[in-house]
């Protein structure tokens, strides 16, 4: 069964200062990677997704994730983070099979202090 | 762009009565998927469909049903309601093939007292 992990269930930053959020999936097979960001009080948007190709994505508001495959991660990064950041972040995994579900990671919480 | 469409956005039922959530997907769209997050938890998944037939099922109560209509519409049916069923739930939909992405709703806040 597929799962995926995350290194950090909450994060605290300054502004400014650099962000790596850290996702492991287990699945056997080819899949999917989104990570999708959850304002307080808001639905699930997505930040960026990969399917194939060039394994670095990037995505809005300046984040790009790295699909590294032998180690089953994929990681996102934002080089300055800002107090509009702070989120509830999820990376998602879903099989390259037709009509499968999403699998949520548990969710990194990020509070970004001005 | 037309996005997914749920309805209601907010929902306040009280203990063992029931509740209908809807989902529009987005037009041409025909695989539909359920997913609830409870407070401060990842969502879980707990039903799709494609054309009109279930097509996955996940975590979700045997108080609860869903089904999706003619018009690729669906509808969660949930009965019995307990507190825990207080949540978030989001649809989200797809256009069935190979490689695809699923497209979120806004979500339907259920409050359960």
């Known amino acids: 069964a597929q799962s995926v992990s995350q290194h950090n269930h909450h994060v605290i930053l300054s502004e400014a200062a650099s962000l790596e959020l850290g996702c492991n999936y287990s699945?056997?097979?080819?899949?999917?990677l989104f990570w999708y960001v959850q304002y307080p009080g808001q639905h699930l948007q997505l930040l960026l997704k990969y399917f194939s190709g060039d394994p670095l994505v990037k995505g809005i508001k300046g984040f790009e994730a790295e699909f590294i495959k032998s180690k089953f991660s994929f990681n996102l990064r934002k080089p300055s983070v800002q107090w509009s950041d702070t989120a509830e972040y999820f990376c998602?995994?879903?099989?390259?099979?037709?009509?499968?579900?999403?699998?949520f990671g548990p969710g990194t919480s990020l509070s970004v202090i001005p | 762009a037309a996005g997914v469409i749920q309805s209601p956005r907010h929902l306040i039922k009280e203990k063992r009565e029931t509740a209908t959530l809807k989902c529009y997907p987005i037009?041409?769209?025909?695989?539909v998927y359920w997913y609830q997050q409870g407070p401060g938890q990842d969502p879980q998944f707990l039903i799709s469909f494609y054309e009109k037939m279930q097509s996955d099922k996940g975590s979700i109560p045997d108080r609860f049903s869903a089904q999706q209509f003619s018009d690729y519409h669906s509808e969660l049916n949930m009965s019995s309601l307990e507190l825990g069923d207080s949540a978030l739930y989001f649809c989200a939909s797809s256009l069935g093939s190979t490689y695809y992405e699923q497209y979120f709703g806004p979500g339907t806040r259920l409050t359960v007292t």
């Open positions: 699945y056997g097979g080819t899949v999917n």
């Open positions: 037009p041409r769209h025909d695989t």
């Open positions: 998602a995994v879903n099989a390259k099979t037709s009509y499968d579900k999403v699998i």
